[in-house]
């Protein structure tokens, strides 16, 4: 064997040797001794404590969905237990949100092209607590450090960041809120399997959506608790998070909920979901008087006998219809009368005003859209408010 044979060759052996060494090393690290180093990393990040008090581990094995020589190629598995993160000092509790145990994969060729790819995360026992204090302030709000500062020539980081799916077993959220007077408990589950849009609202034309898995509910919930010092219950469903992805699948909403003595219910969708872009719900609201209102929804409605309505809400909150919401083709009684119509309301327009077109309108009715305009037009002598109301009764 020449000289030359013999270096190649010890070259060959070192770099062996070299990945040998590095995947033993891998393999047997304990990731744990990075969980005081990580721990103070976020708690400075997100400005209040964050810790992970179980166990922190990495696993390498093949990921079953890729195929070819990619399917060899090893992901890491990572989990992390007891997790918590806590409160800013300004709000009291114990923490913001906490999990049992959090896993995720990583796609490592992903981070060839700078992309951090996961294709799942599973949270398992989820549990948040969100709390805003008569001050405003709140602990959902986060301020990152060195947020304040504004530096113009700093670079736009070349990396991305997607998450595929989220999905865990069962969630709680407790929300209290000394503004609107909210003390209400809320726990999610998954429904095993998918609930068709369709199979809720009855209509024949969603036939083709439900077979989309995209526009299916998910996971269910159920709200118990006190809301403006009133009772409150409800239950409903959401879909998942594969329907967020795509800013042209709306989001699909169920929901029946009681607050005092009024009763909203409705099926429908969120469009453009992640940047809140309307709502197309099929809406139904009764109660004793239509004044209690304006605790949920915040639009000043005159005091009433009892009512039971049901119609299509479109409301827009993007674009050149921002701020206008229409209450279209509804049906119902207020005290002895029958209504319907069309029911429209606008922010930011120069004053209250009133449409009317055609209807049946008994005389207990036109009382009820005098004295609806009369307490609106109030509201704006008393704010200074410039939003507008048009009705088609």
């Not at 090393?25 to 209040?48: C, G, H, M, Y």
């Not at 034309?205 to 118990?224: C, L, P, R």
């Not at 009772?231 to 409903?236: A, K, V």
């Not at 309108?361 to 109030?378: E, S």
């Given at each position: 064997m020449t000289r030359t044979k013999k270096v190649i060759g010890g070259i060959v052996l070192f770099l062996?040797?070299?990945?040998?060494?590095?995947?033993?090393?891998?393999?047997?690290?304990?990731?744990?001794?990075?969980?005081?180093?990580?721990?103070?990393?976020?708690?400075?990040?997100?400005?209040?404590?964050?810790?992970i008090n179980g166990d922190l581990g990495v696993q390498w094995s093949r990921h079953r969905e890729e195929r070819g020589w990619r399917g060899w190629v090893p992901w890491p598995h990572i989990h992390a237990e007891d997790i918590a993160l806590g409160n800013q000092q300004e709000v009291p509790g114990d923490y913001t949100a906490r999990l049992k145990r959090i896993e995720a994969s990583i796609a490592p060729l992903a981070l060839l092209h700078r992309e951090v790819y996961l294709p799942r995360i599973t949270l398992v026992s989820p549990d948040a607590s969100l709390k805003r204090l008569a001050n405003g302030k709140n602990n959902w709000t986060f301020n990152l450090a060195n947020s304040d500062e504004k530096d113009g020539q700093k670079p736009v980081s070349p990396w991305s960041f997607q998450v595929d799916d989220i999905v865990f077993d069962r969630g709680k959220i407790?929300?209290?809120?000394?503004?609107?007077?909210?003390?209400?408990?809320?726990?999610?589950?998954?429904?095993?399997?998918?609930?068709?849009?369709?199979?809720?609202?009855?209509?024949?034309?969603?036939?083709?959506?439900?077979?989309?898995?995209?526009?299916?509910?998910?996971?269910?919930?159920?709200?118990?608790?006190?809301?403006?010092?009133?009772?409150?219950?409800?239950?409903?469903?959401?879909?998942?998070?594969?329907?967020?992805?795509?800013?042209?699948?709306?989001?699909?909403?169920?929901?029946?909920?009681?607050?005092?003595r009024t009763r909203v219910a409705f099926t429908g969708t969120l469009e453009d979901p992640l940047n809140f872009g309307g709502l197309n719900l099929r809406l139904r609201l009764a109660g004793e008087n239509l004044g209690d209102l304006q605790g949920l929804t915040g639009v000043v409605l005159p005091d009433s006998p009892p009512y039971d309505t049901d119609g299509q809400l479109v409301a827009n909150f993007k674009g050149k219809n921002a701020g206008r919401y229409r209450y279209e083709k509804f049906n119902g009684k207020i005290g002895q009368s029958d209504i319907h119509g069309t029911l429209e309301y606008r922010q930011g327009k120069p004053a209250a005003v009133a449409e009317r077109r055609?209807?049946?309108?008994?005389?207990?009715?036109?009382?009820?859209?005098?004295?609806?305009?009369?307490?609106?037009?109030?509201?704006?002598?008393?704010?200074?408010?410039?939003?507008?109301?048009?009705?088609?009764?």
């Open positions: 062996l040797l070299l990945i040998v060494a590095i995947v033993i090393f891998i393999a047997t690290f304990d990731w744990n001794r990075l969980k005081p180093t990580i721990n103070e990393k976020v708690s400075t990040e997100l400005q209040r404590p964050f810790a407790d929300y209290q809120d000394a503004i609107a007077k909210a003390d209400i408990h809320l726990t999610v589950n998954p429904l095993g399997k998918p609930v068709a849009m369709a199979e809720l609202t009855g209509s024949g034309d969603d036939k083709q959506a439900a077979a989309k898995n995209d526009n299916n509910y998910i996971f269910g919930w159920k709200a118990e608790g006190t809301y403006n010092n009133e009772p409150l219950s409800g239950s409903g469903k959401i879909g998942g998070m594969l329907a967020l992805r795509n800013a042209g699948t709306p989001f699909p909403l169920q929901a029946d909920v009681r607050s005092g055609t209807g049946v309108k008994p005389a207990a009715l036109c009382r009820f859209g005098a004295a609806y305009r009369r307490r609106f037009r109030h509201r704006v002598r008393q704010t200074g408010s410039q939003d507008q109301i048009n009705t088609a009764l």
